[in-house]
């Protein structure tokens, strides 16, 4: 598969937690309707809902996501950044969505404020692409070695967080980790 066949939705608002759903399950599944309906289902009573921006342009926090991921019969995991991603066990993982800081700009002008972005990782055909929706394009990593010095890199930001996306039962019976790391 090219990189024109692989699925990537571009940024659009602060829709990167949309973006990132789709983009890590390869195809359109949620809008910014049902990203605001799951809103309502977490907060019912809220006037103003703390899990999106209070404009109404999106920027949805992880509880949207999670609970996105849900409806699909999928969980996001929660990855400690303490631990190496050599423990990851790859092939048991659907794919990730990582919470970076990302440079703020106004058209051409880059202001110096970082907001955080959420963006997703997936691999098609054996090749790991880079889906942030920030690009013009997907972004192919390459394989297994090249991901894991990719998500070992973004990591290594202060403020960045990991997901990994996967199958409920997965979730349930922790094989997304290697067996030779027992701490959960």
Request: net charge neutral; glycine share 6%; aromatic share 6%.
């Amino acid at each position: 598969m090219s990189e024109g066949e692989v699925f990537h939705e571009k940024q659009r608002l602060e829709l990167c937690a949309i973006h990132a759903l789709n983009n890590v399950l390869q195809e359109r599944v949620f809008t910014k309707e049902t990203a605001d309906d799951i809103c309502k289902r977490l907060a019912p009573q809220c006037v103003m809902n703390p899990h999106r921006s209070v404009l109404g342009t999106g920027n949805y926090d992880v509880n949207v996501i999670m609970a996105a991921l849900q409806s699909r019969g999928l969980a996001a995991v929660w990855w400690d950044k303490r631990r190496s991603v050599q423990n990851l066990c790859l092939d048991k993982i659907q794919g990730f969505i990582l919470n970076v800081p990302s440079r703020v700009s106004l058209g051409i002008v880059s202001l110096p404020l970082r907001r955080r972005h959420w963006l997703a990782v997936r691999e098609v055909n054996g090749q790991f692409y880079n889906l942030d929706s920030k690009l013009k394009g997907p972004a192919c990593i390459g394989g297994e070695t090249d991901l894991r010095s990719f998500l070992t890199e973004q990591l290594s930001q202060d403020v960045a967080e990991m997901l990994l996306v996967v199958q409920k039962e997965v979730d349930d019976d922790g094989s997304w980790l290697k067996p030779d790391d027992t701490r959960k």
